[in-house]
Antibody, heavy 126, light 107 residues
Framework: EVQLVESGGGLVQPEGSLRLSCAASGFSLTRYWMSWVRQAPGKELEWVANIRQDGSEKYYVDSVKGRFFISRDNARNSLYLQMYNLRGEDTAVYYC???????????????????WGQGTLVTVSS | AIQMTQSPSSLSASVGDRVTITCRASQAIRNDLDWYQQKPGKAPKLLIYAASSLQSGVPSRFSGSGSGTDFTLTISSLQPEDFATYYCLQDYNYPRTFGQGTKVEIK
């Protein structure tokens, strides 16, 4: 059974740092791109970042560039999100999600988020 | 970034109703669009990918259509367990962007 379990959330002061982890089980992390998605209280979902299977490609939403860093340890079947210089607007539930592959009409790889963790809450407040 | 606009923001419907939710992209995104369902306090669940492909295990009353800039999610006969918030997501380019959500409530 595929499972994703996030941890590391909590209360942090503005300008503080936090590292989120996502432990994967039931599948081999080496085969998949992985994403982080967040949701502020009462708000819509926001895609945050993703990382290629071997870590060689990473993409971020503009609002976190230079402050958040996604990484992975395939040997440990784990995904991470290191967050620096946290702001109030970073307060959210953070989900990790697996990206499964499908192919578009030209045969190019495309991805969809097929499994999600239960989320971990990050609260940025003094 | 591509803006995704869903309509309506919320709707009230009865069990057995046909429900249609629309998602419009600010530029053409081919068919690179997914639909997710989220219930309160839970993680989102994938329903449809590539605009019209039904995810394994999802009931066939859910269907998706569209390409370019206009997409729809249809629930052919609303069931009690379908009351939730629905989001579209474009994966045409980075950053990926979600719609603002459509909350489906009981009439």
């Amino acid at each position: 059974e595929v499972q994703l379990v996030e941890s590391g959330g909590g209360l942090v002061q503005p300008e503080g740092s936090l590292r989120l982890s996502c432990a994967a089980s039931g599948f081999s992390l080496t085969r998949y791109w992985m994403s982080w998605v967040r949701q502020a209280p009462g708000k819509e979902l926001e895609w945050v970042a993703n990382i290629r299977q071997d870590g060689s490609e990473k993409y971020y939403v503009d609002s976190v560039k230079g402050r958040f860093f996604i990484s992975r340890d395939n040997a440990r079947n784990s995904l991470y999100l290191q967050m620096y210089n946290l702001r109030g607007e970073d307060t959210a539930v953070y989900y990790c999600a697996r990206e499964d592959t499908h192919y578009d009409s030209s045969g190019a790889n495309k991805y969809h988020l097929d499994y999600w963790g239960q989320g971990t809450l990050v609260t940025v407040s003094s | 970034a591509i803006q995704m606009t869903q309509s309506p923001s919320s709707l009230s419907a009865s069990v057995g109703d046909r429900v249609t939710i629309t998602c419009r992209a600010s530029q053409a995104i081919r068919n690179d669009l997914d639909w997710y369902q989220q219930k309160p306090g839970k993680a989102p669940k994938l329903l449809i990918y590539a605009a019209s492909s039904l995810q394994s295990g999802v009931p066939s009353r859910f269907s998706g259509s569209g390409s370019g800039t206009d997409f729809t999610l249809t629930i052919s006969s609303l069931q009690p367990e379908d009351f939730a918030t629905y989001y579209c997501l474009q994966d045409y380019n980075y950053p990926r962007t979600f719609g603002q959500g459509t909350k489906v409530e009981i009439k």
